[in-house]
Every structure is written in structure tokens, then in C-alpha cells.
């Protein structure tokens, strides 16, 4: 069992050590007003401006049905048979995604590149008899489509004998190298932070514990990736460009302050930053189309609705963070069509909501403003440009005289943050038959703020005012738009034959209410109770409907943060064709579900003729007061 999950490593970062210097920011304007507090290095100002990017996992575990290989898989699992990586750009650009990081080399340590320190890797797959690069190949799709290229190199590895000890620090900057020189130009390096805990290690076949930031030393590996990419952020212990969000539900802190202390990352900081803190350590918000980062069939009827996906984007882009959006490429080595439809769907709703800022033509004006720096700014779509006022003037009015006939539903205010985030608290207010009232009051605009409204308005006059700030606020745009909703696309089951639709079963007995939870093939919905034990475990009982040739279970734990609830251990599962003789199925320990938070797919020894499944859980994976578990499934042999 692991200790540590895929990102609380994180926690234990240290500082980073002095790095090598990039092009500084354009000379400020005569008359500007100083910074405020932390400012953001100049490929952390890129970085702020790219808004979202893709996510694309895709490695081993797309073949074995698992989340985290424990890395004795052969690389001759490893063989896409339709691989287009084309595809797979055009899918990111179709959701409107700025960018696209793939995963290199996940916890497994089998590497998509024919790298020469390893035997795991790809030039011993099937993959084009061992001629394959998936990084190039990824690469080059990136560059021939104009999308920034980034890279994931998970610093645990599951698979070699060394880990753990000096030697694989070495082997893993020179993994590092490799990458960081053979690709091109490089927009983020992603560092994972589960690290340590069981694996193949070689055979040894052990856990193994380590101390990650002296193990690694990560201002050196943060030093490096710098020096051979000057102008990728890094992700994220500290001393790097950007943190971790907190969550991987991709939901970012009301307000979400791009500041941090100068100290070891802290969850209950990192989704929502602190205010004023020392240095610039901005959030990336990430989350999967689906509830896995890897592709498996029976979350095809599971994949995030482009209703969903609008309403993460105001969380995370609308709240001021970078949206980091999985979308995991299957077996074929293709975006499913499925996921397709819905990212275009998304990414078409997005575009056409932005397309037109209807407060073009208005008139601004402010209750100050500094000389050079006029309110008209705010309207030219200029993120180098921006109004202020006076120093000493800390809560100034905006205002926007409107055309007649605007009519909207989507504000969006930005801060101009090479002056640092100098806006504490504002209010958005709209003049409707000659009376003021207020629609929004928030704290934090930061990168951006994006306001959305219950319907439409077409008010004379909409204004900002700042009703806390410790500066002259520094305001680069202030913009109105309608939005559009997104075309539906219908849910499916699966494209699987085997996987079978849960929505037909029923919940005939559960140790507490709400089970039905389980069968919704929505992972946000949690069936929770007290904590099980031995002597009273929980359990519930489901009617498949009819009698049906059952190969196994699956059982999907919350992925949500959840203080004081866990998961089950383990699983006693039991079938029957009448409901009241029962016969044991199969029974055992989930691997690294606490942990892993990821979907648990249990074979039977053999298929069996069911009608009712039974579940019980005799207690959680961790010390916790309640149970909590997202689904259930089933699927039948393999044809």
C-alpha cells in the first residue's frame, strides 16, 4: 500500500534555488504605478494567458484497465492500433484547449520514447516493431496544428531496481534531458507527486519509502528543467512556477489568490492561495473528461457532459486558475468519438459566448484615473494595457456607459499582474430604470474573473467598484458578453459490449440510504455511511434484472476530497439466481484504492449465471468515520 497519494507529496517540497534568468517584462510605461507584493515571472505571465490546455494520459494502463501500473507489465501490451496523434490535437483544439501535455512516462516507468537508459520501454513493443515514438510523434502532431507541446515524467517509478537510491536520481535527470532536448519547446514540465510505495522495483517486488524533497532535491531538477527550457513552467513543489489546485475535481478556491507563503505546499492553502503571500505561486486546476486519467471502457457512459464542463471552466478559468483538462486517448490511440462530441461541444459554446464583447462601443469612464493610463483601456482586448488611478486612491469607481440594446450574461474583469494582484474585494453593479443594484461581490479578480448571470439584462450602465485594495488597482479589461449554451450530446453505455448498463439495475437492500447513488454513472454522486467493521459490515445488495453470465465487478471510490471518509479495504462479493442462495464470488484487498482513488475492476475465477450481486465491506482503506463509494458496475467475459 502507498503512502502518500498522487499529489499530498507535494506538502514536502522545499525552495527553489536561484534560476536562470528569462526575458524580463517590457519596460514599464512612464507614469505607471509600482508593484504591489509578489509579481509573476515573465513565463508565469505566459503561462496566465493560456487559460486551458489538454491532459492526455495515455500509456500501459490504457491496456491493462488499471490507473496505476505496478510496473511488471510487459511493453508488448503497448500497441495502439490506430494511433493518430492528429486526432488527438484536433480534439484539444475542438474544446478550445491552448496546449497539450502528454504523459511521457507515468508510475509504471514505461517510457513513450525510445529512450536507451531503460529495456521498458517503447523500442520493446509491438508498436512499429519497436520504431515507434509516441513523444515525437505528439510533437510533431502539436507543431503541425500551432499547439504548444508539454510534457509529464512521473518522478516515482514502479519499475526500476534502483528507486529509491542515489543511482535513480541520476537515471531520472538524464530522463529529463532527453526530453527536455529532443522535443522542440516545451511549454510545462508536470512533476507528479505520488512518490513511493509498492512496486515491481526490479523484481524485488517491495515498498519502498523516501523522502521526496531531499531524495530528489528538487530546486536542482527545477534548475534544470529551466536551464534546457528557459520558458516551460514547472509543476509544482515549491521553488516552482505553478501549484497544485488541491483537488482533482477541477474546482479552484472562491477566491483563488495566485499567492502562496514561501513555505512547504499546504492543501487547505492551495486551493485557494493566500492572500499577500510572498511569492508568485499560481494555481493549475486539473481534472479528466471522465473519472479515470486513463481510458477504460466502462467509463464511456461516464464522460463529463459539455454542460459540466462550461460550468469547470467558470470554476477554475472563471476563478483565475489554468484549467488542465484530461482527455485520454483508447486503445486505438484515438480521442473517443464520444469525448470528441463533447469537447467540441464545449469548445464551440466557449468560443461563441467570447466571440463578441458586447461592451465594445461603450464609454468608460472612472471616478480617477492616473495620467496615461485612461478607462478606455479596459476596452481595447489588450492584456499589456490597463486604466489606474492615483497612487493612494485604493477604491476608485469604472464605469461603462452601454449602447442602447445591450443585453448580457457573462462579465469577465482581468487585473493587469505584472503590477501584482492589488484588488481585494469588488463589487459589479448595473443601473436598471435609473436604480443601481449590485449582481455580483467578490473577493479576488487576479488573471481573470468571469461573472456569470442568472438570465440575460440590458441595463443603461454597468460599473465596478473596488471596495478593498491595498494599491491603485491596475484593471486591463472589462467585458460583457451573451453566452451560448452547448449543443447536447446524448449520454451513451459503452462501447464495450461487455460492460453492462447499471442504470437497468436496482438496489434491493443497503446498510444505508442513498445506494442508489451507485447506479447513477455519475462519479459526483457519493453513497456514504459510518464507518463499517467486521462485526457490522456495509453492504448492499443489487438485482441485475435478469439472469446474466457475470464476469466480475467494478467499484469506483469518490475522487472527491472528503475529510473523515475513505473507501472500503476490502470486498466479500457473493452472487445469486434467486436471491437466497448465495454463493461466494470472490473476496479480497482493493490495490491502492485509498490512494489511487481510481476505479477497482475485480475478475471472477470463473463467469457465473447472476441475478443478484451482494457487496459487503468490513472497513475503510484508511482510519476514517465514513464509508464513501461513487458507483458500481459488472461486465461479462470477454469474447
Known sequence: MTELSRRTLIATGLAGAALPAAPALAA?????????????????????????????HFSINTYTDKEWGFGDESPKLFNPSDLDPDQIVAAAKAGGLQGLILTAKHHDGFCLWPTMLTEHCIRNSPYK?????????????????KLPFGLYLSPWDRNHAEYGRPAYVEYYRAQLTELCTRYGELFEVWFDGANGGDGYYGGAREARKID??????????????HQLQPNACTFDPLGADIRWVGNEDGVAGDPCWPTMPNEPYDQKNGNSGVRGGAIWWPAET??????????????????????????????????????????????????????????????????????????????AHASHSRAGFTPSRVLDADRETYWTGPDGVANPTLTLDLKPGTRFDVIRLREYLPLGVRVT?????????????????????????????????????????????????????????????????????????????????????????????????????????????????????????AVTDLAGFSLTPSRQVMTGAAPPRGYHAET????????????????NIAYALSTQRIVFAQARATRYLRLRFAETAVAASRLAIAGIGGFTPKR
Open 129 to 145: 516493431d519497436g520504431k515507434g515514438d509516441i513523444v515525437r510523434e505528439m510533437a510533431d502532431a502539436c507543431k503541425r496544428a
Open 576 to 591: 445469486s439466481t434467486d436471491g437466497t442462495n448465495w454463493t461466494a464470488a470472490a473476496s479480497g484487498e482493493f490495490s
Open 425 to 545: 474585494r469588488f463589487a459589479v453593479d448595473a443601473e436598471v430604470d435609473g436604480k443601481w443594484r449590485t449582481l455580483a461581490e467578490h473577493e479576488c479578480i487576479s488573471a481573470q474573473r468571469i461573472i456569470r448571470l442568472p438570465a440575460p439584462i440590458g441595463p443603461r450602465r454597468v460599473r465596478l467598484r473596488v471596495l478593498e485594495a491595498p494599491a491603485s488597482p491596475a484593471i486591463s479589461e472589462f467585458a460583457l458578453f451573451r453566452s451560448v449554451a452547448p449543443v447536447p450530446v446524448p449520454a451513451i453505455v459503452s462501447t464495450d459490449p461487455t460492460v453492462l448498463d447499471v442504470t437497468k439495475w436496482r438496489v434491493v437492500e443497503a446498510s444505508a440510504p442513498g445506494a442508489e447513488k451507485l447506479l447513477d454513472n455519475e462519479a459526483s454522486t457519493i453513497w456514504i455511511q459510518p464507518s463499517p467493521v467486521a462485526a457490522k459490515p456495509a453492504q448492499v445488495v443489487v438485482d441485475l434484472g
Open 28 to 56: 514599464p510605461q512612464a507614469n505607471a504605478p509600482n508593484p504591489f507584493g509578489a509579481t509573476p515571472h515573465p513565463r508565469q505571465w505566459r503561462w496566465h494567458g493560456r487559460e486551458q490546455y489538454a491532459f492526455v
Open 286 to 363: 486539473d481534472v479528466s473528461i471522465r473519472p479515470g486519467w486513463f481510458y477504460h471502457a466502462d467509463e464511456d457512459s461516464k464522460v463529463k457532459s459539455p454542460e459540466r464542463l462550461i460550468r469547470l471552466y467558470d470554476e477554475s478559468v472563471g476563478r483565475g486558475t489554468n484549467l488542465n483538462l484530461n482527455i485520454p486517448p483508447d486503445r486505438r490511440g484515438r480521442i473517443p468519438d464520444q469525448d470528441f462530441k463533447i469537447l467540441k461541444s464545449f469548445g464551440d459554446a466557449i468560443r461563441a459566448t467570447f466571440a463578441r464583447d458586447l461592451a465594445k462601443g461603450a464609454v
Open 212 to 225: 521526496a524533497p531531499r531524495y530528489y532535491n528538487w530546486p536542482s531538477i527545477i534548475a534544470l528543467v
